[in-house]
């Protein structure tokens, strides 16, 4: 089985946001782009602003689609997509994450992200 996630490349200038998972979920402490789980009858578009607004406590704006990415975990298949994003309104909380991050692309290296993330990051990177 497939799960449809969405999640959000937000800008702030040069600097994007990541997100840590916390400690007790699967993948615990790895870094991500904030998004989850589409839930029926929601666009991608609609599932992200939803968790954005969940999990930050912020008013996204859903640009472009950045990018698709199809991961295998050893319990679970993800086809996430990834989408630009910018924040509307409203001030970060951190509502589910273990720590929130502000990081340009030169910083990647130094966090340690999901798997499904990898293909994203080296796009970032221009590799």
């Known amino acids: ?26 993948r615990g402490l790895l870094w991500e782009f904030v998004g989850g789980k589409l839930e029926a009858g929601e666009t991608k578009e609609q599932a992200l602003i939803r968790e954005c607004h969940e999990e930050l406590a912020v008013k996204i704006h859903v640009g472009e689609e950045f990018m698709q990415v199809r991961h295998e975990y050893p319990e679970i298949t993800i086809n996430l997509t990834l989408f630009n994003a910018s924040i509307a309104e409203g001030s970060l909380k951190k509502l589910e994450h273990n720590d929130i991050r502000w990081i340009t692309i030169e910083e990647i290296p130094q966090y340690a992200f999901c798997p499904a993330d990898e293909s994203i990051l080296k796009k970032l990177q221009g590799l």
């Open 1 to 26: 089985m497939v799960i449809e996630v969405v999640a959000a490349l937000i800008w702030d200038k040069d600097r994007f946001m990541i997100c840590q998972r916390p400690a007790d979920k699967a």
